[in-house]
């Protein structure tokens, strides 16, 4: 699976929760020089609060003004600004159980993706359950909201992964250190 990232100058990744987003975003950047962007990072304030739409929209618009970057993250409502603005889509369709899986080996551990001042929820409380079941239902909303953009902007270059190890192929084909 032979892939140049370098032919792209505005890459969007998107999936459920657990799919490994930020992960392979991560990998592109390193191998592109692009700037990294994700978008818990600029969403969530303290406490979890979110950022108001109107806010919100102003923000990515000045995010997706930029030359070169990567941006992970779902954020549906505004998921097409960012499609619009792509030159490549990288959709990350991954089994909900794997994904669940992973957002629970996560838990307690520094992630990058999310600001300084937040912490994930611990596996056993209300917060982590509704996390889960936005993952299991992402197949019938979040990934039909993916293909329908897809649909509507069929000239943008989309890669559809349907499996992580189809991931790391494309990464090590390419020469991405992990």
Request: glycine letters at 6%; a positive charge.
């Amino acid at each position: 699976m032979s892939f140049d990232f370098l032919s792209y100058s505005r890459i969007i990744v998107v999936g459920s929760a657990g799919s490994g987003k930020s992960w392979i975003s991560k990998h592109i950047s390193q191998e592109t020089g692009y700037k990294l962007i994700h978008l818990d990072n600029e969403y969530w304030q303290p406490g979890w609060v979110k950022t108001p739409r109107p806010e919100w929209i102003l923000k990515q618009e000045k995010l997706i003004s930029g030359e070169k970057w990567i941006i992970d993250g779902n954020y549906e409502s505004t998921m097409e600004l960012r499609f619009k603005a792509a030159d490549l889509i990288v959709f990350l369709d991954i089994n909900r159980f794997i994904c669940i899986w992973s957002a629970m080996k996560r838990i307690g551990k520094k992630r990058s993706d999310l600001p300084d001042y937040l912490e994930e929820p611990c596996v056993f409380n209300k917060e982590f359950f509704d996390f889960c079941k936005w993952i299991w239902f992402y197949p019938k909303k979040g990934r039909n909201i993916v293909l329908d953009l897809h649909e509507k902007y069929a000239e943008k270059e989309f890669l559809h992964i349907k499996k992580r190890k189809d991931i790391k192929k494309l990464l090590l084909y390419n020469k991405v250190k992990f």
